[in-house]
């Protein structure tokens, strides 16, 4: 078990002021399948930040699993990719203050997805979120990385984003 006090120095030191813990997160962190999350606020509440711990940090390809996300992010920083929490620091070793694997990034404010045939009810609501959801992904195909597998049939070739250059989403209206 990770001693909470140390992860709220980190992110004081990452900060630069007091944090705290919120969402419960203290007690009972965020888990999901690879990672256990625990979310911080400064004093001032101006920043919010989260913790992301893998859940096996001994694993053997931990340490290049998560130097291949902090890439991934910084990536997707630079390229100003929406919906995506800001990198601020990572270590992909053992020898740091919490003696386990992190990642450091923004925290972002959000309610789960309902998604059924009667939620969101409006056909303006559930348009919205697709749209989102497409120009998310589409954005990512902006920065992936030299030597993943492209489809040589693909047609975004140019200086164009691939978001400018798909038409697929302009039906989709309001």
């Avoid at 697709?130 to 992904?137: E, G, M, T």
């Amino acid at each position: 078990m990770l001693d909470p006090a140390a992860i709220r120095i980190l992110a004081e030191n990452l900060v630069g002021s007091t944090c705290h813990f919120i969402l419960d997160t203290e007690n009972n962190p965020f888990t999901g399948g690879e990672y256990v999350v625990y979310a911080l606020e400064n004093k001032a509440k101006s920043r919010r930040i989260c913790v992301r711990i893998p859940r096996n940090p001994t694993g053997p390809y931990v340490g290049l699993r998560l130097e291949q996300e902090a890439d991934f992010r910084r990536r997707i920083g630079a390229a100003q990719v929406d919906l995506f929490q800001q990198l601020i620091a990572y270590d992909h070793t053992l020898d740091n203050s919490l003696h386990t694997p992190y990642l450091a990034l923004g925290w972002a404010d959000g309610i789960p997805l309902k998604w059924s045939d009667a939620n969101p009810a409006a056909e303006r609501d559930r348009k919205r979120v697709l749209r989102a959801i497409a120009n998310a992904s589409l954005d990512l195909l902006g920065i992936r990385q030299a030597g993943m597998f492209i489809d040589p049939s693909s047609t975004i070739r140019s200086n164009s984003s691939p978001r400018e250059k798909c038409t697929r989403l302009d039906h989709i209206q309001d």
